[in-house]
């Protein structure tokens, strides 16, 4: 993983390079960060490329920018092409390599195959190509979402691109403003709906495109997507666990492939420690993990962390955190996400990268995916379990089947009607696309009611809900409940914050990479055919991968139920050891100069969370964290900010 920016423009003028090279030096450095271990750029008669390097293959030769020197085809990539090594077989006969490196590939595979090479890749990446031929940019993006890519429309026929949106803004040629509609978005739905983003005339490229730009016209394609809709396979468990063994196995060993040590993240759960056993496997014994600890008992799971170490012998270590730490992370959390949040979850993982890095190691595989493929959610559960109650909309004991998901729930009848409110939304319409996530949007968009009304006005017409609906291509609402549910979380939840916030840059904000083996190629379409009743047994998550894993993770694990990862907010924000910045940010006059949110209403629930003993509902946590996020979110972007200029000094600019 390495971090890409540049942008186009017209030729002459003799300024021009020396304005150009500025530009792209101070883009370059801006994310140092994702790639520390060399930042170059490339001035050529008609785009600018830059590149900040994480070596991890080919680390003599794999420098970037790369050039074809016959055609002058020039890329800057972010991301691993896994399989790389079995393309560079195929192409070998008609390209003649000078090195090792996945980049060159991209390079041979586009003059071989033209841009419909990217459906032949098996990785993560985002790419910009700059063909002088005919003076093209093309830029892709993978499957799921991994690399983010961002870019602007520019006056003159130019466009901008970046890795991050901050190096956008770093180029002087986009400015900063928080995107309104963008905000309205996550406030519901968790993320903006792409190509929208956080940011005024900034967007972002969906997962699973390709773009072209050309004389000032960009076009997007799509060139996959994930098909929940296929015919299941008959429900052959000895089969189907022979063949999810194989393509398991695959992408471990795909995702192994690297010049430098490749550890793994631990939680705790079942993903991630049957990913550790097939990763020490094929390692012969030498896999190193990492997990988070918290001091507050609520959210620890080191007990099942330190089961798997010990029963796979792996080298462990765990980096502990208090609500305090979680406080003084969430600002670099906000600066390297570019989005508000909801949840303060990826703050750990932001010390976590930190802590990997610290002990030497550059890449991690981690377990995200698994859920969404295999139906680990209790989303998935409640989905089941909505579409049974519907059946029968005025029974009274259906919608008791949730206390198996939420055991603590008592019996009385006023929690019955309380299931009922909370669940029962959309009963009516159980065929309707968006069935699945209504209780949650409904849930989070319990924060629109903290809006400012001066705010809430400009965006009265948008509906969060319709925009993500409206991106869903049509056949999916013809698709079983469960398989629209899938596509729904893997659109929204997955691609726009589980990869994003909580994945990439959180992992590149300490310049870790993280690999993803759950979301191969193989593994998403095989999970696509498994029979329902395999991944979701009755209201048993994931249970063929469980089959699978049964002798080969603990079998306390294969047992406990399942743990939504989740960390602290109010102790955190507004807590005894609250930090100074949270004190600033949520003050009245900080929110009302900000006006996205109302001042008087954060001001009672900062009081009512900072109470003596109050009872935290997710409701008021999240709400919290959001104004938090957004306050940070404009004291990092709106104010402007040099890029220090010993890094533009480091960036080295090359000739063509």
Excluded at 233 to 240: T, Y
Excluded at 388 to 414: C, G, H, M, N
Excluded at 646 to 651: G, I, R, S, T
């Amino acid at each position: 993983m390495c971090g890409i920016a540049g942008f186009t423009f017209a030729a002459g003028g003799d300024t021009a390079p020396a304005l150009h090279a500025d530009r792209l030096r101070r883009m370059t450095a801006s994310i140092k960060h994702r790639g520390p271990d060399a930042q170059r750029a490339l001035l050529l008669d008609g785009a600018a490329l830059g590149h900040a390097r994480l070596s991890i293959v080919d680390l003599a030769s794999g420098h970037q920018p790369m050039r074809d020197e016959a055609t002058g085809l020039t890329v800057v990539f972010n991301g691993e092409i896994f399989n790389h090594v079995e393309l560079r077989e195929q192409l070998s006969g008609a390209y003649a390599f000078r090195t090792r490196s996945d980049t060159e590939v991209i390079l041979a595979a586009f003059l071989t195959w033209g841009i419909d090479c990217v459906r032949r890749f098996e990785g993560q990446w985002a790419f910009a190509l700059w063909d002088p031929r005919d003076r093209t940019l093309w830029m892709s993006r993978d499957r799921v979402g991994i690399c983010p890519l961002f870019y602007a429309t520019l006056p003159g026929g130019q466009l901008a691109f970046a890795s991050e949106a901050k190096a956008l803004f770093a180029s002087g040629l986009v400015a900063p403003a928080l995107d309104a509609r963008g905000l309205k978005q996550t406030f519901q739905l968790w993320a903006p709906v792409a190509p929208r983003t956080s940011f005024e005339g900034v967007s972002l490229l969906p997962p699973a495109h390709t773009a072209k730009w050309q004389d000032g016209l960009l076009t997007l394609q799509r060139y996959w997507d994930l098909d929940f809709g296929v015919t299941p396979d008959a429900p052959d468990a000895p089969r189907l666990l022979e063949e999810l063994g194989a393509v398991l196995d695959r992408a471990v060993r795909l995702r192994l492939r690297a010049d430098v040590p490749v550890a793994a993240y631990l939680s705790g759960g079942l993903d991630s420690s049957l990913l550790c056993a097939l990763a020490q496997e094929q390692l012969g014994g030498t896999l190193r993990t990492f997990s988070v600890g918290f001091a507050h008992a609520r959210f620890d799971e080191r007990t099942h962390q330190a089961t798997v170490a010990e029963q796979l012998r792996t080298e462990h270590r765990v980096v502990e955190m208090r609500d305090g730490d979680i406080g003084a992370l969430v600002p670099g959390v906000i600066f390297h996400a570019e989005q508000a949040m909801m949840r303060s979850a990826p703050a750990p993982f932001l010390r976590l990268s930190g802590w990997v890095r610290d002990h030497g190691i550059k890449v991690v595989l981690t377990g995200e995916g698994s859920d969404e493929m295999f139906l680990g959610y209790d989303l998935f559960k409640e989905t089941k379990v909505r579409q049974f109650w519907a059946r029968q909309p005025d029974s009274k004991y259906r919608p008791l089947l949730l206390r198996k998901l939420y055991p603590t729930l008592s019996v009385s009848q006023q929690n019955v009607e309380l299931l009922r409110e909370f669940f029962g939304q959309g009963l009516e319409t159980p065929d309707a696309l968006a069935f699945s996530h209504l209780v949650r949007w409904g849930n989070s968009g319990r924060i629109l009611r903290f809006l400012a009304p001066e705010f809430a006005a400009r965006v009265a017409d948008e509906d969060p809900v319709a925009s993500v609906l409206a991106s869903v291509p049509k056949a999916v609402a013809g698709w079983r409940p469960l398989a629209r549910a899938q596509y729904l979380e893997a659109r929204t939840l997955l691609s726009g914050y589980l990869l994003s916030a909580q994945g990439d840059r959180m992992l590149l904000g300490n310049a870790v990479e993280g690999r993803f083996p759950f979301l191969d190629t193989g593994v998403m379409e095989f999970a696509a055919r498994v029979p329902e009743q395999l991944r979701l047994r009755g209201l048993d998550e994931k249970h063929l991968l469980k089959r699978y894993s049964k002798g080969r993770v603990p079998a306390s694990i294969l047992e406990r139920s399942k743990f939504p990862y989740r960390a602290p907010i109010a102790g955190a924000l507004v807590g005894p050891e609250a930090p100074a910045w949270a004190r600033e940010l949520l003050a009245p006059e900080a929110v009302a100069t900000t006006g996205v949110f109302d001042a008087r209403k954060v001001e009672r629930l900062v009081a009512k969370l900072r109470a003596p003993n109050s009872a935290e509902s997710e409701a008021d946590t999240m709400a919290l964290f959001a104004v938090a996020s957004t306050q940070l979110l404009a004291h990092h972007f709106l104010t402007p900010r040099a890029v220090p200029q010993a890094d533009v000094d480091a960036v080295q600019l090359e000739a063509a």
